[in-house]
């Protein structure tokens, strides 16, 4: 079955604690992106790649870093989170990246919900 | 950076009424794309709209793209209550390869 699978899928830890957010997608999609989404500010892109080791910056990026060594792996990492990175993260993949006039559909994992405490 | 503005934040309504969301820019959009996200669920695509005054029709749903490709709307014939959800559009962002979404509107749908 074609999917984008995240895990965890609930995540509750402290301040300045290390996690990681992992991303996989078995469709052979190009790009893939992280999102995280709250109430009344909808769906923010973090971070994006285009490609393998080809990553850029999306919206709201502080705090966040991403990676893309395989092509079907990109986990989304923060390295000291705080309280204000409690969201709910989505990681989605499409075929190929955005182009100038077209855009590829996403597919959407089942999301990832955060609390830092 | 691109902003995509969209209207209303929530509506609730009769099973059996129509319902419209509204998504505007203030610059013109090369593509707009549609997500519909069940409470719990994660979002997913609806439809892509390319071309000036596009329309294109999905059941009860139908779909329109403005003239200045500035806007879109999205129509629900005969709501449903599996119609209930929040609907997004997308659009490109100010960045070389982002996309931008709007806020949503959440449709609540009382049988």
């Known amino acids: 079955e074609a999917q984008v699978t995240q895990n965890p899928r609930y995540l509750i830890t402290v301040t300045g604690k290390k996690l990681t957010v992992t991303c996989s997608q078995n469709m052979n999609h190009e790009y893939m992106s992280w999102y995280r989404q709250d109430p009344g500010l909808g769906l923010r892109q973090i971070y994006y790649s285009m490609n393998v080791e080809v990553t850029d910056k999306g919206d709201v990026p502080e705090g966040y870093k991403v990676s893309r060594k395989e092509k079907r792996n990109f986990p989304l990492i923060l390295e000291s989170p705080s309280p204000n990175q409690t969201s709910l993260y989505f990681c989605?993949?499409?075929?190929?990246?955005?182009?100038?006039?077209?855009?590829?559909?996403?597919?959407f994992g089942p999301g990832t919900r955060l609390t830092v405490t | 950076g691109q902003q995509v503005m969209q209207i209303p934040q929530y509506q609730h309504v009769q099973e059996g009424e129509d319902f419209t969301t509204y998504c505007n820019s203030s610059?013109?959009?090369?593509?707009i794309q549609w997500y519909k996200q069940r409470p719990g669920g994660h979002p997913v695509f609806l439809i892509q709209?390319?071309?000036?005054?596009e329309v294109k029709k999905q059941k009860r749903l139908t779909f329109q793209f403005g003239e200045a490709k500035k806007n879109s709307s999205l129509h629900i014939t005969a709501t449903q209550t599996t119609d209930v959800g929040t609907y997004f559009c997308a659009g490109p962002g100010s960045g070389y390869s982002t996309l931008t979404f709007g806020k949503g509107t959440m449709l609540l749908v009382s049988p």
């Open positions: 610059t013109t959009l090369s593509n």
């Open positions: 709209l390319v071309k000036s005054g």
């Open positions: 989605a993949s499409s075929l190929s990246w955005i182009r100038t006039g077209w855009a590829y559909e996403q597919y």
